[in-house]
């Protein structure tokens, strides 16, 4: 009898467990062995503890497990609106990027141009200045060629007069001659009054040389003021193009730096694309983990 008796409770025991462990493979947490069952002091009462204490072990991570779920929804959360955030803000540098890349390209093209342009300017303040410098030497030798006329005019204009001299001296001893050297005087003064007419020629074109000299010399003067100027232009449209190909250096150089970024905020662009899907992921993943903690209570 004490055995059938004891059988039964140790059945009885045995089935209270089974079915609090049913119970909690249900999703029940809150079930418990009877503390008649755990708190015996042989083996029964030892596995009705270890029940009890499962349970409470799986309700405290139950309860871990929905804290963690949480903060990582909350997590999840605000990583989508940063790497939002983060993607509306590279479209906008981008955007950015892509205007003034447009206007860097704009002021590489004008620079270029202005490059170009003070290239032929160069060119033609060369062929003037060689055209120039070729009127300098033409004027220069003009003159020297001038003074030498001068030189042959005065020679001239001194025969003239020595001749005028000789001449009236020849009309002088024709006079003495008589009726003899009458007709020598016509010869002399004939020859006078062509030296005095060669005198006033030479004396025209002496002061038609001075004249022409004079104005040749200012000439030649100015151009060699105009020489100057034409270097001076030289070298600053010479430091123009200098600077002309350093802007455009400097714009190339702008410009790789600006493909440089607009190549870092595609990859960043990529890569928030990426981190947004790592976070759907995980909002999914969550939600089916919490779906399947509403499972026990």
């Known amino acids: 009898?004490?055995?059938?008796?004891?059988?039964?409770?140790?059945?009885?025991?045995?089935?209270?467990?089974v079915e609090t462990i049913r119970t909690l493979a249900s999703g029940n947490l809150k079930v418990r062995v009877s503390e008649e069952i755990s708190s015996r002091k042989d083996e029964i009462g030892v596995l009705g503890t270890s029940v009890n204490l499962m349970v409470s072990n799986y309700k405290a991570m139950h309860e871990q497990l929905i804290t963690i779920s949480s903060e990582l929804k909350t997590t999840t959360e605000r990583l989508r609106n940063i790497t939002h955030r983060l993607k509306e803000t590279g479209e906008i540098q981008s955007a950015s990027i892509e205007e003034i890349s447009a206007n860097v390209?704009?002021?590489?093209?004008?620079?270029?141009?202005?490059?170009?342009?003070?290239?032929?300017?160069?060119?033609?303040?060369q062929n003037t200045e060689k055209a120039i410098r070729q009127n300098s030497l033409d004027t220069t030798n003009a003159i020297q060629q001038m003074q030498t006329l001068l030189k042959k005019v005065n020679v001239i204009d001194d025969i003239a007069w020595q001749t005028g001299i000789l001449s009236l001296n020849a009309s002088i001893e024709a006079a003495n001659a008589g009726t003899a050297g009458k007709s020598f005087s016509v010869v002399a003064e004939a020859v006078r009054k062509l030296a005095d007419t060669s005198g006033v020629t030479a004396k025209e074109i002496g002061a038609m040389s001075v004249a022409i000299l004079?104005?040749?010399?200012?000439?030649?003067?100015?151009?060699q003021d105009i020489v100057y100027q034409s270097e001076t232009t030289n070298r600053m449209v010479g430091e123009i193009i200098e600077s002309a190909l350093q802007q455009n250096s400097g714009v190339n150089q702008i410009n790789s730096s600006l493909q440089e970024m607009t190549n870092m905020i595609s990859r960043n662009k990529d890569t928030n694309d990426e981190i947004v899907n790592m976070s759907e992921q995980i909002k999914t993943n969550i939600e089916k983990i919490n779906r399947i903690l509403a499972q026990f209570n």
């Open 214 to 223: 004079k104005a040749s010399q200012k000439a030649g003067l100015e151009l």
């Open 1 to 17: 009898t004490v055995i059938v008796l004891s059988s039964r409770v140790i059945t009885g025991s045995l089935k209270n467990m």
């Open 105 to 125: 390209e704009e002021i590489a093209s004008v620079a270029e141009q202005n490059s170009n342009n003070a290239e032929h300017t160069k060119n033609a303040v």
